[in-house]
């Protein structure tokens, strides 16, 4: 095996789930869960934490489109509740619930790609 790897863009690996560093191994082991490790190549996932990241996303760019088509119903065909149910229930989960993997995924990827750490503090002297 060899020791250098491509230097992989962290949309190509992150969206599609492979490892940051060769491209082979899966991330996951579960739907959200983080895989050990690389089965390919060994890399330990334990630097990756995306934290919030994907849910933010998600609520920011998904979430407000289903508020809206549940207002929009509510105000223009005052809708009953089992409308919303039926109309917004599935619309919310087919644009949250998809969306969560692969931008975990890629917030791994971009933390490998760009070596990023927690932060500390600069002390002079």
Known sequence: MSDSYPILPPMQTGIRGRCPRCGEGHLFKGFLTLAPRCE??????????????PAFFVICFACVPSVLLAVWLEVAFSASL???????????????????????????????????????LARSG
């Open 40 to 53: 390919a190549c060994g890399l330990d996932y334990g630097f990756a934490d995306p934290a919030d990241g």
């Open 82 to 120: 089992m409308t919303q149910l039926l109309v917004t229930g599935p619309f919310m989960l087919l644009t949250c619930i998809p969306p969560l993997r692969p931008l975990k995924g890629w917030l791994v990827a971009s933390q490998y790609f760009y070596k990023a750490e927690e932060g500390k």
